[in-house]
């Protein structure tokens, strides 16, 4: 049977707003099996400068980076769409084992299936260190603040 992640491409400027709180609120539950079913079994992503293919390699990945970024709070902003695709930018706040923070800046570009599944994944990322008072990521984002775009810096 197969899976369904509405909304489905083409879209349209709800519903891609709409596609990207839904990766946010995901992506906040820092739960890899529940983020992997947005992708299609054979998904492609590059994260960084690393290549992973197909949900078993998103979950491995995925395990083992919230192993290491802890207390990750993450928010995205659509930048742009067309058809089958989405670019957004994000920032994710996390601290290491050692109790310093990074705040985490990057872009994607996302292109999905007709079932609205993501079948390919780019995403550059950037880590800057910040002192622990300058956070202003925490935990996921209040609904009364979705849609909002986040700041530069």
């Not at 709070?73 to 109790?99: P, T």
């Not at 994607?108 to 910040?130: K, P, Q, T």
């Amino acid at each position: 049977m197969p899976e369904d992640r509405p909304p489905y491409p083409p879209f349209t400027q709800e519903t891609a707003l709409q596609k990207v709180q839904a990766a946010e609120d995901a992506w906040n539950t820092r739960d890899p099996h529940r983020v992997a079913l947005a992708y299609t079994p054979d998904s492609r992503w590059r994260n960084r400068d690393t290549f992973i293919s197909g949900r078993e390699e998103i979950i491995a990945f995925l395990t083992q980076k919230w192993e290491r970024e802890l207390d990750y709070a993450l928010r995205k902003s659509l930048w742009g769409f067309h058809e089958n695709r989405i670019a957004v930018r994000f920032q994710y706040e996390w601290h290491d084992a050692e109790g310093c923070w990074w705040r985490s800046y990057g872009n994607e570009l996302w292109e999905f299936d007709e079932r609205g599944l993501m079948r390919r994944r780019e995403a550059s990322i950037n880590d800057v260190a910040i002192p622990e008072a300058d956070r202003r990521i925490r935990g996921p984002r209040p609904r009364d603040e979705h849609g909002a775009d986040i700041p530069l810096q």
